[in-house]
């Protein structure tokens, strides 16, 4: 899960999947916590803790550059809202690609339809970044730290804590929703 430091948080815990990672003898109440919060907890291995991370943060990092990438592309083109007009697209193709996977695909790509992809590319080319956009470029850009200790991550009097998650370090609970 990803956290804003906002009260939003904890709404977004309830029913949220959890990765957990604990030592044997203590993966039921790392369970149970997870339960209590009202999420499901999901087993991950200490060796697919890395695997696994990259992965959430592959999702969450391109969906924010993908999506302010298109907002911005239809600001260009003269949507007044752009959010408005992609908030439902968006979570109708995040949610049949959850369901169906690459099956999910519409439009032109999933016709075949070479001459509109070529126009879409055209236009792509115009008015898009021509290092490849927000995908290639702004998220090393856009993941430099932010001033100060984010909420999540403050430790005793403030200051920041130790990330956790790390090897060797103790159980708790993690910022993409896992718990160690």
Request: proline share 9%; glycine share 14%; aromatic share 2%.
């Amino acid at each position: 899960m990803t956290f804003t430091g906002t009260s939003v948080d904890v709404q977004r815990l309830a029913g949220c999947s959890f990765g957990v990672t604990a030592p044997e003898e203590l993966r039921l109440a790392a369970e149970a916590l997870v339960i209590e919060m009202g999420g499901e907890p999901e087993w991950i291995a200490e060796e697919s803790r890395p695997l696994y991370h990259a992965a959430l943060a592959l999702g969450a990092n391109h969906l924010v550059t993908l999506v302010a990438e298109a907002m911005e592309l239809l600001a260009k083109a003269g949507v007044t809202a752009p959010d408005r007009m992609l908030g439902p697209l968006l979570g109708a193709a995040l949610d049949n690609a959850l369901r169906s996977g690459d099956a999910a695909l519409t439009g032109p790509v999933a016709r075949g339809d070479a001459g509109t992809v070529a126009a879409h590319v055209s236009e792509l080319r115009a008015h898009a970044p021509p290092d490849g956009g927000r995908l290639s470029r702004d998220g090393p850009r856009h993941g430099r730290p932010r001033p100060g200790p984010r909420p999540a991550q403050a430790g005793a009097g403030g200051g920041p804590a130790r990330r956790p998650g790390r090897p060797g370090e103790p159980a708790g609970l993690h910022r993409t929703g896992e718990t160690r």
